[in-house]
């Protein structure tokens, strides 16, 4: 699975062209599923999932323009038949995995079987927030908004880390010296992005696609 870790979405042209160069044709020529179940841990969870479906969340992702887009939601997977969606997930050409809680959508990818799923995937994972977050190391103290995920716990497509809205003005922890604090309980390093920021891995190797500002911190 190539993956691509945002901060915030597809907010430049740097971001969208490593994103195309990744799915290998145009975006309107793609497929893509999209996952919005982090944001059902915060109290304006339903607002944020429909902003973020209908396209009119301030991270760009939906509505970039794919050939088709569905919907799927974790938490209802246990109690669908694998047959029902698997192929589709199989099939479809990006995975969108919007932002929210990591700790909750790391529980909901392995209640789901979708974690033991997505190593074998063609499809370009494409993570905004807490969507990034989840598939490193998250520490076990992230936002404290619901129950600690260990490290162990973490879904490990990467041996990194993610720390999104680095500098953030609304967004006091994500200053790069309370970043630094966090990152400090971690034995993996961590990437401190902005929102202008992503990181691209292909085949294990990583690389940081950045209009912004971003650092590597225990490396």
């Not at 042209?13 to 497929?31: F, Q």
């Not at 974690?115 to 520490?139: H, K, N, T």
């Not at 129950?147 to 680095?166: K, M, R, S, T």
Request: glycine share 10%; hydrophobic share 45%.
């Amino acid at each position: 699975m190539k993956l691509l870790l945002t901060s915030c979405g597809i907010t430049n042209a740097s971001l969208r062209n490593a994103l195309v160069d990744l799915l290998g044709k145009p975006i309107s020529e793609c497929s893509a599923l999209l996952i919005p179940t982090a944001a059902y841990s915060f109290p304006d969870g339903p607002d944020l999932a429909l902003r973020l479906i209908d396209g009119t969340a301030t991270s760009p992702l939906s509505g970039l323009g794919w050939k088709s887009l569905g919907v799927l939601e974790l938490s209802v997977l246990p109690t669908v038949r694998l047959e029902n969606w698997v192929p589709r997930l199989r099939e479809t050409d990006a995975l969108l995995v919007g932002g929210g809680d990591p700790m909750f959508l790391c529980r909901w990818m392995r209640r789901s079987g979708l974690a033991d799923l997505l190593p074998s995937l063609d499809s370009v994972y494409v993570g905004v927030s807490g969507g990034s977050v989840a598939v490193g190391a998250v520490g076990d103290d992230y936002d404290g908004r619901d129950e600690p995920v260990g490290v162990a716990e973490a879904i490990g497509l990467v041996q990194f880390a993610i720390y999104p809205h680095l500098d953030h003005p609304d967004m006091p922890d994500a200053a790069l010296a309370e970043i630094e604090r966090w990152a400090g309980r971690l034995s993996s390093p961590t990437y401190a992005i902005d929102d202008q920021t992503a990181i691209r891995v292909v085949d294990g190797e990583v690389d940081v696609i950045s209009e912004g500002r971003w650092e590597l911190v225990g490396a």
